[in-house]
């Protein structure tokens, strides 16, 4: 099991971007799949993407022309970018390990808000 | 890709066993066997309970298990005990490559 630690801004205007890193304590990135999840406030999870231990990525196809997310190997960090973000954006962003098909290890979750 | 459904809610007395349900299509959890369930506590993080439908990680208590018919997953948890109650997410992967998770069920132990 590794932990992992997360952070970025938690407040941002309308149209701004969404940052936040995600840090993998006592392991490596090498070898796993890595994957964003975020969580409206009282509303249920959503899947936001993943990225492969070769790069590549997956993203939710309803976010995906907003999405970015990358990985910093020599930091053993990996990172989510949502631009243009409105209210609809905010919630609760985890990152999260995967096992196979699965997210077996969870940040501890960030809270973005999106405000004018 | 549209979310799985479950019920919004299901109770329980303690010691009871219940199911939560979780419906799909034949594109996803009607297509693989590849369902996972999370449990999350109230200001918590989820916790993955079980995996590829059927299979446990290390630590989670057997009173929790998997299955699958057709187009649907479900959680049956035994022995129903107060610590249960949360709110419990299933999760499938896709035909389009990519993951789905479910509405969400509130579980209450009465």
């Known amino acids: 099991q590794v932990q992992l630690q997360q952070w970025g801004a938690g407040l941002l205007k309308p149209s701004e971007t969404l940052s936040l890193t995600c840090a993998v304590d006592?392991?490596?990135?090498?070898?796993?799949?890595w994957t964003w999840i975020r969580q409206p406030p009282g509303k249920g999870l959503e899947w936001i993407g993943e990225?492969?231990?070769?790069?590549?990525?997956k993203y939710n196809l309803s976010l995906k022309s907003r999405v970015t997310i990358s990985v910093d190997t020599s930091k053993t960090q990996f990172s989510l970018k949502l631009s243009s973000v409105t209210a609809a954006d905010t919630a609760v962003y985890y990152c999260?390990?995967?096992?196979?098909?699965?997210?077996?290890?969870w940040g501890q979750g960030t809270l973005v808000t999106v405000s004018s | 890709q549209s979310a799985l459904t479950q019920p919004a809610s299901v109770s329980g007395s303690p010691g009871q066993s219940i199911t939560i349900s979780c419906t799909g299509t034949s594109s996803d959890i009607g297509a693989y066997n590849y369902v996972s369930w999370y449990q999350q506590h109230p200001g918590k993080a989820p916790k993955l309970m079980i995996w590829?439908?059927?299979n446990w990680p290390p630590g989670i208590s057997y009173r929790f298990s998997g299955s699958k018919s057709g187009n649907t997953a479900s959680l049956t948890i035994s022995g129903l005990q107060a610590e249960d109650e949360a709110d419990y997410y299933c999760a499938s992967y896709t035909s389009s490559d990519i993951y789905v998770f479910g509405t969400g069920t509130k579980v209450t132990v009465l």
């Open positions: 590829d439908v059927t």
């Open positions: 990225i492969s231990p070769t790069g590549g990525t």
């Open positions: 006592g392991g490596s990135l090498r070898g796993y799949y």
């Open positions: 999260a390990r995967n096992g196979l098909r699965d997210c077996v290890d």
